[in-house]
């Protein structure tokens, strides 16, 4: 029996397989540390196939992707003067075959598909942690947080916030039907609950952000053109000054007070300074991608020991741009970022200067939730996560998904029906 292409590789008719190869990205991502390296070849196998599926979909406008080619390219690169070549070789072609995973997925699933399958999955990969039910002790603070199956509270944060800002994207822009409901609500539910039981506060903090970005979005689809792009302007413009009073106010530390914790027993603080004094060192082109925590070298073990991570792996700066500036120095902290914000302001300037779409607002809401983590997180910079896979799908968005067009072979004279006499 042969599948029809459109069912693989159409986004207006692959939503079954497109929500099935989400799903399954999403519980790689979330657990291939568990159940090894069978499910990061089922990440690869739900994607990359597609290439020879319809190889022609993926050439054209491949131009409009050079951003995310030039810095893997770049991290690539690094191998030459990393601290530790053999580890950057590896981690950068992982890097680079991840962002290749994202943009086959952006030229062959829409968002409404991405948004299913992240329902499905996150769905089940918080069933199998409430099913596990861990937890953890932090030992800088003494309390004890839900992780479930996962490393730390603030990843299984990470997706439970996801898992209700895909639910509530859902049923307002993306909805058919009343059985819409039914796949939302207990993904929301479940999310809620152990967003709540997770402490994680800087998903706490980030998720209400998000979600009134969205309705300030929203609420611009009344307006015309014109009008809308002066309160979108204009609201970004408090959003962004109420934030900024904010945190010179403390918001971070109200935040964490809520949990019973500040901004020094995080560690946070701690970890910011030692990232600047180990940026002095290679400022430029950093110590290599992948190439700082790594076994055996003397200041990622003293990190290690200080912060009792005794798996000594799985650590980092808790911030993207000084995790980049240390293992990419200068230039790749300002390929990264140009990444980040051409992304977002592209989905903006859709919501605003085109007719309204609920897709690039679903897409800016996904960059604002990432944009501000990345100043308390490290979600974009490593492959096989869930942060960076959604930025380059994001990003690969921007440019509009090439239509395939089939080829009229023309009649020529020898073929013409000779004349009846």
Avoid at 52 to 76: E, H, K, N, T
């Amino acid at each position: 029996m042969k599948i029809p292409k459109s069912l693989l590789v159409d986004p207006q008719k692959n939503s079954v397989y497109g929500s099935f190869a989400v799903a399954v990205s999403i519980w790689a991502f979330s657990y291939s540390v568990i159940f090894g390296q069978m499910m990061i070849l089922a990440y690869y196998a739900v994607w990359l196939p597609l290439i020879l599926v319809d190889y022609r979909r993926f050439l054209r406008q491949l131009s409009s992707a050079w951003l995310p080619l030039l810095f893997a390219a770049y991290i690539c690169s690094s191998v030459f003067w990393s601290q530790a070549p053999g580890i950057t070789a590896r981690t950068a072609v992982q890097y680079f075959s991840h962002i290749a995973c994202a943009y086959v997925a952006a030229r062959t699933v829409s968002v409404r598909t991405l948004t299913i399958g992240a329902l499905i999955g996150i769905f089940v990969v918080l069933l199998y942690s409430l099913k596990v039910g861990g937890y953890s002790e932090d030992v800088l603070d003494g309390t004890y947080n839900f992780v479930g199956a996962f490393a730390s509270k603030n990843q299984i944060g990470f997706v439970s916030s996801l898992g209700i800002y895909f639910s509530v994207v859902f049923l307002a822009f993306l909805r058919r039907g009343r059985l819409s409901f039914i796949l939302a609500m207990p993904v929301v539910l479940l999310s809620g609950y152990l967003l709540a039981i997770s402490h994680s506060a800087t998903s706490v903090a980030s998720i209400p952000a998000v979600l009134a970005l969205i309705a300030l979005l929203a609420m611009s689809k009344l307006l015309s053109r014109r009008y809308r792009r002066v309160i979108v302007l204009v609201g970004a413009g408090l959003i962004g000054v109420v934030a900024i009073v904010a945190l010179n106010l403390g918001l971070m530390d109200f935040v964490l007070g809520i949990f019973g914790k500040d901004s020094t027993l995080t560690g946070r603080t701690y970890l910011w300074e030692q990232g600047w004094s180990a940026v002095q060192k290679s400022p430029i082109l950093g110590v290599g991608y992948a190439a700082y925590w790594v076994q055996g070298f003397a200041e990622a073990e003293r990190l290690w020991n200080e912060f009792y991570i005794t798996a000594r792996s799985g650590f980092h700066f808790h911030n993207t741009y000084i995790e980049a500036l240390v293992e990419l120095g200068f230039v790749g902290a300002v390929m990264i970022s140009l990444i980040i914000l051409r992304t977002l302001l592209g989905h903006l300037a859709a919501v605003v200067l085109r007719t309204w779409q609920p897709e690039p607002v679903v897409l800016a809401g996904v960059m604002v939730l990432l944009l501000i983590r990345s100043f308390v997180e490290v979600d974009i910079l490593s492959p096989y996560i869930m942060g960076s896979f959604l930025l380059y799908y994001s990003f690969f968005k921007l440019a509009p998904v090439p239509v395939m067009q089939r080829r009229r072979v023309p009649v020529g004279p020898a073929e013409a029906k000779p004349a009846q006499g």
